[in-house]
């Protein structure tokens, strides 16, 4: 008895310690990281899969909701080297003359020896056709159901068949090609991790990209999953009006190629609301074929100059001095500059742009004439503190914040600034020594047409999300000078117009504006005559402004004068847009305007 | 002396007994593996529904790109115009007046001019602050001054 209680005891201990050593086990199985690992690793491989899961890239649409970016489907062909290691002759027959691939290329594919895990899978073809997978399809379906007379043949032709599949690929289609191309910037379809490049595409990149998810699934049937949330990419409404847009580009492209520039930039905005109608430059790409940007651009050259380029505008700068004179009221609309032809500063002489002196001058004519010796006396009366604090309010010295990516600017020296001298302010006052790019000149002149208000450009007018609409609203930014100055500015350079650029004004329709011809400083030469940035920039009508409308052409060879190219290439553009832009059309006043124009006392 | 049990149970009845108890738990499990098998089994049809749902959405917003991209080559710019001027229509001329009719207003006056700035007028003939010399190209002043004679240069 006391035998068989003995044994009992150590039985239950036996029991008790093989239990407690498993427990204890079980414990540090569940405990110890390089056994989780381990695991874990040991379930993923075996139990989950993972799977890909695509959102396509936002759209871009123009204001009337026309499409300007989207997407497509294109295919890969693939072929499976398990199947189709030995059938490369059998493959390459039907597949050549779909793919239009020689058939010997397919036989070298097919016959890439399979190695599991490593060799599994080769693409023969990239963006293939939806047409071009019908025909793949149809093809394996006749030979499936051709008859034939051994069990063995029928299997060998369905694996041979067996052996080609294709997988879908969605890729950034541009519909429209070049148009508004420095606007929209391209996405990389061909190479996605370059990311996108320019404009829209690269300033929304965050919010038009695709998101990959990469979701695991698990082999269990038992574990039931859930879809991965998709989030839908936004959209993006532009303000440009592609009617508008493909008339500027038309205009810009003619303008180039006749005067042989070496690019040219036009933008239209509404004063008002600051919302850019159209921003065309030459040269462009078509973004479907967007690996062409790296031989047609160069750094002399930028995809979208309007706002990637500044330079010097020469004597368009002259509105802001003219603006800035009477809004400090250093200067009256009925004062009169005697012009000798020279402008003397620290034993430095300016001159006039033709080195001729027209004596006694209104301010109206001082425009006219575009004499620099007037606006460096007025930039003198008005002081250097203050036409520089005037700079700033107009905001040439930073960023106009559109909605386009690489935006640059050039910061010009202020007094205190190393390279400042007395003879920059008179410098600058005529659009030298300073740089600005086109879409801070539009920005700062729309002061001017809008009652002195100054409105953000921008280029988006809504961008769509999933679950609400951003409506873009306009938005002033500054008031540079009062609303009478504005309106006076506006008169002068309309009359001031007629003598100055005859062939800017616009039949039908009351026009002011300015006309520059900067000269383009070279490295160890200084500025050189022969190279010039023709500009013009005029605004209407002038009663009540709608538009402004900035013409650039880089370095014309035809013809070097802002007054010669700029000028009639603004006017012919805004003959074109006109009635687009649906501004009341003074048909009395054009009919007379020929006439009008002949019998005017000069 | 050891106490014993006047009765026993009798075999058969403990077999039954212990046959019913086998039964049952067997039954049970029975029960258990059939709710779990049938609950995996709808389980595993709607996780297939689901994968098939999620293949069949991936396969409609491409197909849902594709038309909206589609639509826009269709709609693009240059076929547009190039179906607009099959069909007749021509840009817009607003110097044609036979299809333009202008009504003009009483009272306004095409020639109006801004009151606020000076009109513009050609000013006195304009003139060089610069000697000729400073004007003229270094060639014509050769020409006129040394290579010309004085002769020549008094009959001018």
């Not at chain 1, 039985?11 to 427990?23: H, M, Q």
């Not at chain 1, 959209?235 to 006749?258: C, G, N």
């Not at chain 1, 100059?305 to 010097?312: G, K």
């Not at chain 2, 007994?17 to 709808?42: E, G, H, M, P």
């Amino acid at each position: 008895m006391i035998n068989f209680r003995k044994n009992f005891l150590i039985c239950i201990g036996a029991v008790a310690a093989v239990v407690f050593v498993i427990v204890f086990h079980m414990l540090s199985l569940q405990t110890n990281a390089a056994v989780l690992t381990l695991t874990d690793k040991i379930r993923q491989e075996t139990e989950y899969t993972t799977l890909s899961v695509n959102t396509e890239r936002g759209n871009i649409y123009d204001r009337s909701g026309y499409l300007l970016a989207g997407n497509t489907i294109a295919y890969t062909v693939l072929l499976d080297l398990n199947l189709s290691n030995g059938n490369g002759e059998f493959i390459a027959e039907y597949l050549a003359p779909i793919l239009g691939i020689d058939e010997e290329t397919i036989r070298k594919f097919a016959e890439i020896p399979y190695v599991e895990k490593r060799a599994v899978s080769v693409p023969i073809k990239n963006f293939a056709s939806r047409q071009q997978i019908d025909q793949i399809d149809q093809r394996k379906a006749f030979l499936a159901e051709r008859k034939t007379t051994s069990l063995r043949t029928k299997s060998e032709i369905q694996k041979n068949l067996n052996a080609v599949s294709y997988i879908p690929n969605v890729y950034r289609y541009y519909p429209n090609g070049s148009l508004a191309s420095n606007i929209i910037g391209f996405f990389p379809f061909l190479n996605p991790s370059a990311g996108a490049a320019y404009g829209i595409e690269s300033y929304f990149d965050d919010i038009l990209s695709a998101e990959t998810i990469h979701k695991k699934f698990a082999l269990d049937p038992n574990i039931p999953e859930v879809l991965p949330y998709l989030p839908a990419n936004a959209s993006i409404h532009l303000t440009i009006d592609r009617k508008i847009q493909s008339i500027a580009e038309a205009q810009i492209e003619a303008a180039v190629t006749h005067q042989r520039a070496k690019s040219g930039t036009i933008i239209i905005m509404d004063p008002e609301t600051g919302e850019i109608q159209a921003m065309a430059t030459f040269p462009r790409i078509n973004l479907n074929n967007y690996s062409e940007s790296s031989t047609v651009f160069t750094r002399d050259n930028r995809f979208n100059p309007a706002v990637m380029q500044p330079y010097e505008v020469g004597s368009v700068f002259k509105v802001f001095t003219l603006s800035i004179g009477l809004d400090s009221g250093a200067i009256k609309p009925n004062d009169v500059y005697n012009d000798i032809g020279t402008f003397d500063v620290d034993g430095q002489t300016i001159y006039n742009w033709n080195r001729i002196a027209s004596g006694p001058q209104s301010i109206t004519g001082c425009m006219a004439h575009s004499l620099n010796t007037c606006m460096s006396w007025i930039a003198t009366e008005v002081g250097k503190t203050r036409f520089y604090e005037y700079l700033r309010a107009f905001h040439l010295d930073r960023p106009t914040g559109i909605e386009l990516a690489n935006e640059e600017y050039y910061p010009y020296v202020e007094p205190g600034d190393i390279g400042w001298t007395n003879l920059s302010l008179p410098n600058h006052s005529f659009g030298q020594g300073l740089m600005t790019t086109p879409i801070q000149m539009v920005k700062a002149i729309g002061a001017i047409a809008n009652d002195g208000v100054m409105m953000q450009p921008h280029i988006v007018k809504a961008i769509e999300y999933e679950d609400h609409t951003e409506v873009f609203d306009p938005k002033a930014v500054g008031q540079p000078i009062s609303a009478e100055t504005a309106r006076l500015v506006t008169e002068i350079l309309t009359n001031s117009l007629e003598g100055e650029a005859e062939k800017a004004m616009v039949p039908g329709m009351h026009i002011a504006g300015k006309t520059g011809t900067g000269e383009i400083a070279i490295e160890g030469l200084g500025y050189v005559t022969d190279k010039t940035n023709a500009s013009f920039v005029g605004w209407g009508p002038s009663e009540d402004p709608k538009f402004v409308a900035y013409t650039w052409l880089q370095e014309p060879t035809g013809n070097i004068w802002g007054s010669e190219v700029a000028a009639p290439l603004f006017a012919d553009l805004m003959n074109e847009v006109m009635p687009y832009l649906r501004i009341p059309y003074d048909r009395q006043y054009a009919n007379d305007f020929a006439f009008y124009a002949w019998t005017q006392p000069y | 002396m050891t106490q014993q049990q006047a009765y026993r149970t009798p075999p058969w009845k403990k077999q039954i007994q212990s046959l019913i108890r086998v039964s049952i738990a067997l039954i049970c499990a029975f029960v258990v593996a059939l709710i779990y098998l049938t609950y995996s089994a709808k389980l595993s049809e709607v996780r297939l529904n689901i994968q098939e749902a999620h293949a069949k959405r991936n396969d409609l917003m491409r197909q849902i790109a594709e038309y909206q991209t589609r639509t826009g080559a269709l709609t693009s710019f240059d076929a547009m115009r190039r179906r607009a001027e099959q069909s007749g229509y021509v840009d817009i001329d607003f110097y044609d007046d036979a299809t333009y009719v202008y009504i003009p207003l009483n009272g306004y006056d095409p020639h109006a001019r801004f009151s606020g700035a000076d009109l513009f007028y050609p000013s006195t003939p304009p003139a060089s602050p610069l000697r000729p010399e400073y004007t003229i190209s270094l060639q014509y002043f050769l020409r006129q001054r040394l290579i010309q004679s004085p002769y020549k240069r008094g009959q001018e």
